[in-house]
């Protein structure tokens, strides 16, 4: 669900408030930290939030002028979680796979029986759009339940004409019919189709002349995404995918280091890509042009773990060089079946070193930053999409210091209340 953006600029023209919520706490997560407040009142009018502070400040006939009053018994309030980077839209299962793995089968045997990303795209290619989407619905469910009311979805297991924009109007109706605001980036260069076995050249000219100008002409990506990587791209082919994205109109982002450094980062950072993620094996450099250019690092800790990764992207140096880091789930069939981003959050404190107060900004208005929507999400601010969650926790932290837990009690998502 989409928002709109007009909003009475004070509060005296607000005339009816939809709801008001009381007796909470709220970390509103602006200025880059918790931003506590004990005591808040968060104001909703239409989808957006006109009034968060102490309750104690709130203009006297609020309450009166409140069609709804929610008294949330000392709830914490926060943002609406956003996961900046899945590919939750897929057909088949790849879970036979990972008893293989375990079985100590090699990826070789494995890629010989039909396993490995190519299983994914010949079984999302055969799906229809219904197939697809009951599947997606599920796993877009499981995250929002989860907090999760802003989620980026990927094509890319499509890397035809036809499948790719299957994909993309899968995404486009999980957009209509769900609270949540799902937006939808084209990875057509994701991995080189077999029908182009050595001509990866020859694929990315077709990404570019054709996939890409009809993405754009029926309107369903707002972004482009690419994967830079020995067993994916190279960064000339990725550079040619971006720039022509860049040209079209479309924001761009970018795997990026995942399992080696081809410079990636760098090259999508000079071309003012909203992220670059992944970033194990990322150079200072690359960095550098990434902190120039206001670039957000996207961690993936959920890959990291399910492919027992040893490097870590540099945390310190993301900090040293200011650079926003936001946390996704990754959720995709092969390296991260992971639909819970707190446990993501979790698993960045834990595996990576982020504070817990990191992990939260990293899965709230960073995401949303890596997105384009941080004028819209990730904080609980005047003006902003009435879009956040009551958690049934004692502090923020809580959220990735409990595992397995699901304590959201309400989620509002535009002004819309979703009671758990
Ligand atoms: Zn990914």
Not at 40 to 51: E, H, R, T, Y
Not at 188 to 206: N, Q
Request: proline share 3%; hydrophobic share 40%; net charge negative.
């Amino acid at each position: 669900m989409q928002s709109n953006n007009s909003f009475p600029e004070k509060l005296e023209e607000i005339e009816l408030l939809d709801h008001l919520f009381v007796n909470c706490n709220i970390a509103t997560m602006a200025n880059n930290c918790y931003s506590s407040i004990i005591g808040g009142a968060i104001g909703v009018s239409g989808n957006k939030i006109c009034f968060a502070g102490k309750k104690s400040d709130l203009p006297l006939d609020f309450e009166k002028r409140a069609s709804h009053i929610h008294d949330m018994k000392k709830s914490w309030i926060l943002p609406g979680l956003v996961d900046c980077h899945t590919h939750l839209v897929f057909g088949g299962s790849r879970s036979k796979e990972f008893e293989m793995k375990l079985a100590g089968i090699s990826y070789e045997e494995i890629a010989k029986q039909g396993g490995g990303i190519f299983s994914t795209v010949k079984d999302t290619r055969k799906e229809s759009i219904d197939n697809l989407y009951e599947q997606a619905l599920k796993r877009v469910n499981c995250l929002f339940n989860q907090g999760a009311t802003t989620i980026e979805i990927k094509s890319g297991y499509g890397l035809d004409l036809e499948c790719e924009l299957k994909m993309l109007e899968v995404i486009k109706k999980l957009d209509d019919n769900h609270a949540a605001t799902i937006k939808a980036t084209f990875l057509g260069a994701h991995a080189l189709p077999h029908e182009y076995k050595g001509k990866s050249g020859k694929y990315i000219d077709f990404v570019v002349d054709q996939v890409l100008p009809e993405v754009k002409k029926q309107g369903i990506a707002t972004s482009v995404d690419a994967f830079c990587e020995n067993i994916g791209f190279s960064l000339k082919e990725t550079e040619r995918v971006l720039r022509k994205a860049k040209d079209l109109g479309f924001d761009i982002k970018l795997h990026a280091e995942q399992l080696s450094d081809s410079g990636g980062a760098g090259m999508a950072a000079e071309l003012g890509a909203l992220s670059c993620d992944h970033l194990e094996y990322v150079s200072k450099a690359s960095l550098k042009k990434m902190a120039q250019n206001n670039v957000t690092a996207v961690l993936l800790p959920g890959a990291f773990y399910y492919l027992k990764e040893k490097q870590k992207p540099p945390i310190q140096l993301l900090r040293d060089l200011n650079i926003s880091t936001a946390v996704s789930t990754d959720m995709n069939p092969g390296s991260s079946p992971l639909l819970s981003l707190p446990l993501a959050t979790n698993m960045a404190c834990i595996l990576f070193g982020l504070t817990p107060e990191e992990a939260l900004l990293s899965a709230t208005i960073n995401g949303a930053k890596a997105l384009g929507l941080e004028k819209q999400k990730g904080t609980i601010e005047v003006g902003k999409d009435a879009d956040f969650v009551a958690w049934d926790i004692v502090e923020p932290c809580d959220l990735s210091y409990y595992t397995g837990s699901s304590p959201a009690k309400m989620i509002v998502t535009c002004g819309d209340v979703i009671h758990k």
